[in-house]
């Protein structure tokens, strides 16, 4: 029998993660819900998740020093999923009732207010997916749940002969689009959120364990 990868959520103080714990466990992973530094280095796979505001989160997230944790990640080609806010956190800032909060930056870009006739986006939406998804194999057809009023409105990464460019997901909302997910290497995210996108959720939740 194969050994189940050990996932580590990041607990960051960021709302209620036991959801996304049980998610994981289900889509094939052993799960710890943990802050430890090292424990979260360790892992095969580490999810970032993340609710309410963006500067609220980097504040959490640096308490543990969880920026420098998903840099030491990447730098070792480790696998890391950002999940709503754990995904926003990854690019470069964030601008929230005219304050800006530096991020991650492992992607340039900057998530602000969506511009749609109704905020937030909540509830089902369907996603553009570009050719060769590892992520959404079998569900780029599927429809998935957001629940946000702040996204990425436009894709700023420059890649270059020596590096593969990210794969970027798309959807739309009252007519304005927005990053729904992305997969660079071994960073992938989400806007939407896996846990509460029954089916298909599932199944793009075992797509990501199962390259652990």
Request: glycine share 14%; proline share 5%; aromatic share 8%.
């Amino acid at each position: 029998m194969s050994r189940r990868p050990k996932v580590v959520v990041l607990d960051y103080g960021s709302g209620n993660l036991r959801s996304g714990v049980r998610a994981v466990e289900r889509a094939g992973a052993d799960v710890e819900l943990t802050s430890d530094f090292e424990a979260g280095l360790a892992a095969d796979g580490l999810l970032v998740p993340g609710v309410g505001a963006y500067a609220a989160c980097m504040e959490g997230l640096r308490a543990i020093k969880g920026e420098r944790l998903i840099g030491r990640r990447l730098a070792g080609g480790r696998p890391v999923l950002g999940i709503c806010v754990g995904m926003q956190i990854l690019f470069a800032r964030g601008v929230e009732h005219g304050i800006e909060t530096e991020g991650c930056d492992e992607w340039p870009g900057t998530v602000e207010r969506l511009r749609a006739p109704v905020v937030p986006h909540m509830g089902w939406n369907t996603v553009e997916v570009p050719d060769g998804s590892r992520l959404f194999d079998g569900v780029a057809d599927e429809r998935f749940y957001f629940v946000h009023s702040y996204g990425v409105r436009e894709w700023e990464l420059v890649t270059n002969d020596r590096t593969e460019a990210p794969l970027v997901t798309w959807a739309e909302h009252g007519g304005d689009r927005f990053v729904a997910a992305v997969e660079n290497g071994p960073l992938w995210a989400t806007q939407f959120h896996p846990e509460k996108s029954g089916d298909a959720g599932a199944a793009l939740l075992r797509n990501w364990v199962a390259t652990l």
